[in-house]
């Protein structure tokens, strides 16, 4: 039968086989790969509560953040009972490495220092504990915690200081204590809640003393701290009420005890030699003892079978490199010891008697900067479905080292496997490990709690191409923060955000995308909001508006927008302008029309407030808002409508001012001109007329025709400055009717209320204005006229015909002609 074929005779259908008949298909080894049929999973979105924000983590769009809305915001968090607690210490231990367990080892010589610690400790004060990489200080952890379980209500609590800071620690704290699951409160409230912690708090790997030290202890009075740390790491304020003690290498006889007990047998004359003489090069330091016990099974395995390292991953059955460094043959009775430098530092030494997977392990640790992937990772990584049991392996020659929920390659490894050419294809592994994790990541079925543990590798594979000469190393460092900080985000890790942020952004900038550049921007607005620190939130924000609008993003510069209107709000500050790209504003109903500019100014250029939140969040609909009774508007100007109102208002204002004046103006124009066409008229008809008629008020109205054309008007008489009365054409006996009113200027009329008239060809011109004079008026009243000075030159109007209709309209047409000859002189 041909194998690639095959029938039904290998396979049958009716067995329910593996083959290609009938039967069940064989299930996918990679748990990530969805079964055919399934659905696949969709993108996590997680809402959490961060102080009095609620924020949306949305790994496709980005991050929203809004108030938190009334009833949601959660209670006072629960504390965790004794089991509560020791569940959670087992769920984030270190996993147990694969193979045979390694042996146990007493903690030797250390009894004194026990004993003090504990006491301390059952006192409620706190000890820094000071030893060199090496010297079992986590060992020595794990005693005291043993030792102190019932002192404190809270019981122990264990946490790393591994690339933590004391914001960090503090909120660690609190998470070990209560059960607050999708909840970060705000810095007031996590003082608060930790204030009231009493428990015994064993800090191993601390990297900052000094006065973050103080604030860390200032914070939790109740608790009492075992911090371990290296001489390296500054020490505490000289205020400071920390007990110090230092720990110091084994002495001989210790470190022989625990050689013989960590290589399973007794040691002979000349191994006791060589560990007297690595004693004193190593000064008893545990670690070394524990790698060189490791040596010495790999030499007893090659004394019972030279071929041995046909099981490890040697090349035709022989060591990858000659044994113990030397160049003398195996002749399987007897192996030299190493040497004395081996022994100080036997990493590269035993790292070439390891399997392949075990190597590759240990080249991907180097590259990632001493962070060893996860053991579910290493079949990926190195193509091997049994590699996850390189773990095991490492772990029981002393390579490893536990950094809280992981692993990282003990003391002094790194350097030792790089000196011995473990880190010449580093930034390609990196980048291997970054594309692996950018995809396992971003998969929907991987919760954040996982993303968080393996965090530390995550962000060692960004640093490594960030920044990168290879062609795409910024690229895939881009691609696996965009997948990262989600999780980081959602599995409030919020160091790990900041860092893959800031990280991601940089690569951004490098690799030229500026889409995934104004993401990052716009992730640390959203971070630094939600932080407490608004001036740091506007600038992130601004800057990713910015670029979204150059790229015509409109939903990003939306969100943008959002965040920042409530950074303005919570800030107290003024909302901020942003220019508005064109066709970027969202289409909102307008009540009214916009204003039109004054003559003779340019229009400026739009400015677009920022759309806010609706009522009392930042995430609004894209849709406008229906228009509200009394006339105000919602949509994306609903938060500006009280400043909406204030403008309307004002410019309706300056509206009215500037048509009043125009009223006011035109009276007075009209006022001047009846004046003085009542004055030529006199001056010319006072030489002719007889003064014995009878006289009309000096203020009565007079015909329009009277004021143009005195020679031919009809009508009553209009008095002149001298008393006489003019009459003008159209009427036989001048008005004597004491009804008639008298003493009003005609420029009191309103304009709007003077009907129209026609306006002669040409009309009197003045040089100057003239003076008002007080004159007496039928009701006794003084009347202020105007009278002009000896100085004015009058042109006299040629004769037109008269009107008839203006003649026989009275002493209203005659008002309304008068307000008509002004009309042209002001506009």
């Known amino acids: 039968m041909d194998p690639t074929h095959r029938g039904p005779e290998e396979y049958g259908r009716d067995n329910g086989g593996f083959g290609e008949g009938s039967g069940r298909r064989r299930p996918a080894r990679d748990q990530l790969t969805p079964e055919p049929g399934q659905p696949t999973p969709q993108a996590r979105v997680v809402r959490l509560i961060a102080g009095d924000y609620l924020l949306t983590v949305n790994p496709i769009d980005g991050s929203e953040v809004e108030l938190c809305p009334p009833g949601e915001q959660p209670g006072p968090p629960a504390r965790r009972t004794a089991t509560g607690r020791a569940d959670r210490e087992r769920a984030t231990a270190p996993p147990v490495p694969p193979g045979p367990p390694a042996p146990q080892l007493p903690l030797l010589e250390r009894a004194q220092e026990r004993e003090r610690l504990v006491r301390l400790l059952s006192q409620g004060r706190s000890v820094r504990l000071t030893g060199p990489a090496g010297s079992g200080r986590t060992a020595l952890l794990d005693a005291v915690a043993a030792d102190c379980a019932d002192l404190a209500p809270d019981g122990v609590v264990r946490l790393s200081g591994y690339k933590r800071s004391a914001t960090d620690l503090l909120y660690g704290l609190f998470e070990a204590v209560h059960d607050a699951p999708l909840h970060r409160p705000d810095r007031d409230r996590l ?168 190597r590759d392990t240990l080249r991907f640790a180097v590259a990632l900067g001493g962070e060893v992937p996860h053991q579910a990772h290493l079949p990926a990584l190195i193509g091997d479905t049994h590699a996850d049991a390189a773990l095991g392996e490492l772990a029981g020659c002393g390579l490893l080292s536990p950094a809280g929920s992981r692993y990282r390659l003990a003391a002094g490894v790194v350097t030792q496997l790089e000196a011995a050419g473990y880190g010449e294809d580093a930034t390609e592994r990196a980048r291997t490990a970054a594309q692996h994790y950018a995809w396992w990541a971003g998969h929907p079925s991987v919760t954040p709690e996982r993303v968080t543990a393996e965090g530390d590798a995550v962000i060692a594979a960004m640093a490594q191409l960030v920044p990168g000469d290879g062609a795409g190393q910024t690229s895939v460092a881009v691609l696996l923060a965009r997948s990262a900080t989600p999780a980081f985000a959602a599995g409030l890790h919020w160091g790990a955000w900041e860092k893959a942020l800031r990280i991601g952004q940089e690569a951004a900038r490098i690799a030229g995308e500026v889409a995934e550049e104004a993401y990052f921007h716009h992730e640390l607005g959203v971070l630094a909001l939600l932080a407490g620190n608004p001036d740091r939130a506007r600038a992130e924000l601004e800057t990713s508006i910015s670029m979204r609008g150059a790229l015509a993003d409109k939903s990003g510069a939306v969100a943008g927008r959002r965040a920042l209107a409530l950074v303005a709000d919570r800030s107290g500050g003024p909302l901020p302008i942003v220019l508005t790209p064109p066709g970027d504003e969202l289409p909102v109903s307008r009540a009214e029309a916009p204003a039109t500019p004054p003559a003779g100014t340019r229009p400026s250029m739009t400015q677009t407030p920022p759309r806010p939140y609706e009522g009392a969040t930042a995430v609004i609909s894209r849709q406008s808002a229906p228009k509200a009774a009394g006339g105000a508007r919602g949509g994306r100007f609903g938060l500006l409508a009280g400043a909406r109102r204030n403008l309307v208002a004002t410019a309706a204002g300056v509206l009215l001012t500037g048509v009043l004046g125009t009223v006011v103006g035109l009276g007075l124009t009209s006022g001047d001109d009846d004046v003085q066409g009542n004055q030529d008229v006199t001056t010319e008809q006072s030489q002719s007329q007889d003064g014995g008629e009878d006289e009309v008020p000096a203020d009565g109205p007079a015909d329009g025709p009277a004021s143009a054309d005195p020679a031919s008007s009809g009508g009553p008489a209009t008095p002149g400055p001298s008393g006489s009365e003019i009459t003008p054409s159209g009427s036989g006996t001048p008005s004597t009717d004491p009804t008639e009113p008298s003493g009003t200027p005609s420029s009191d009329t309103p304009s709007s209320s003077r009907p129209p008239s026609h306006k002669p060809t040409t009309s009197p011109t003045t040089t100057k204005s003239p003076r008002p004079t007080k004159t007496s008026s039928p009701t006794g009243g003084p009347t202020e006229t105007e009278s002009p000075s000896p100085t004015d030159t009058a042109t006299e109007p040629e004769p037109s015909s008269p009107d008839t209709s203006d003649s026989a309209s009275g002493p209203s047409s005659s008002s309304s002609s008068a307000s008509a000859d002004s009309g042209p002189a002001i506009a």
């Not at 070394?288 to 004394?303: E, K, N, P, Y």
């Open 191 to 358: 003082l608060e809640r930790v204030r009231s912690i009493g428990a015994v708090v064993l800090l191993d790997d601390l990297e900052f003393g000094g006065a973050a030290l103080e604030e860390l202890l200032d914070a939790t009075p109740e608790c009492a701290f075992l911090f371990a740390t290296v001489p390296d790491v500054a020490a505490p304020t000289t205020d400071s009420q920390v007990e110090e003690v230092f720990l110091a290498g084994l002495g001989r006889s210790a470190a022989v005890d625990l050689l013989e007990r960590a290589a399973e047998r007794p040691l002979t004359d000349e191994e006791a030699n060589w560990a007297g003489d690595l004693w004193f090069e190593s000064e008893g330091l545990p670690l070394r003892f524990v790698q060189a016990a490791a040596l010495l099974r790999q030499r007893d395995l090659l004394r019972t079978d030279p071929e041995a390292y046909g099981e490890y991953g040697g090349r035709d059955g022989l060591p990858a490199t000659a044994p113990f460094g030397h160049d003398q043959a195996v002749d399987g009775v007897h192996i030299p010891l190493p040497s004395l430098g081996e022994g100080a530092a036997p990493a590269a030494l035993l790292a070439s008697r390891l399997s392949g997977p075990a």
